[in-house]
């Protein structure tokens, strides 16, 4: 059984820096591609960054770039998301999720496993 378990998330002011974290388990984490995902309060779930199987192709949505960076550690089943020069409108719940895929984007439905999630709020 497929596992994701976030941390890392909390209250920061604008302009600050947070790191998510998130562990799998239940099956080979390099075999496949993670992504993150996050949802503001009356807001659909959006696409943030994902990661192939390797770390070597990542994807972001535009919003976040040159802000924040997706990463793995294979070695120990982690994915992160370092996040700099946060802003309020960064304040959501952020995913972790998995496909069952070596490489996938940023479509939702590709994703099969998802995380309970990690708040992050950004204060102005």
């Known amino acids: 059984q497929v596992q994701l378990v976030e941390s890392g998330g909390g209250l920061v002011q604008a302009g600050g820096s947070l790191r998510l974290s998130c562990a799998a388990s239940?099956?080979?984490?390099?075999?496949?591609?993670m992504g993150w995902f996050r949802q503001a309060p009356g807001k659909e779930r959006e696409f943030v960054a994902s990661?192939?199987?390797?770390?070597?192709?990542?994807y972001y949505t535009d919003s976040v770039k040159d802000r924040f960076t997706i990463s793995r550690d294979n070695a120990k089943n982690l994915v992160y998301l370092q996040m700099n020069r946060l802003k309020p409108e960064d304040t959501a719940v952020y995913y972790c999720?998995?496909?069952?895929?070596?490489?996938?984007?940023?479509?939702?439905?590709?994703?099969?496993?998802w995380g309970q999630g990690t708040q992050v709020t950004v204060s102005s």
């Open positions: 239940g099956r080979t984490f390099s075999n496949y591609a």
């Open positions: 990661i192939n199987w390797s770390g070597g192709t990542t």
């Open positions: 999720a998995t496909a069952d895929a070596a490489v996938v984007g940023r479509n939702e439905r590709a994703y099969k496993y």
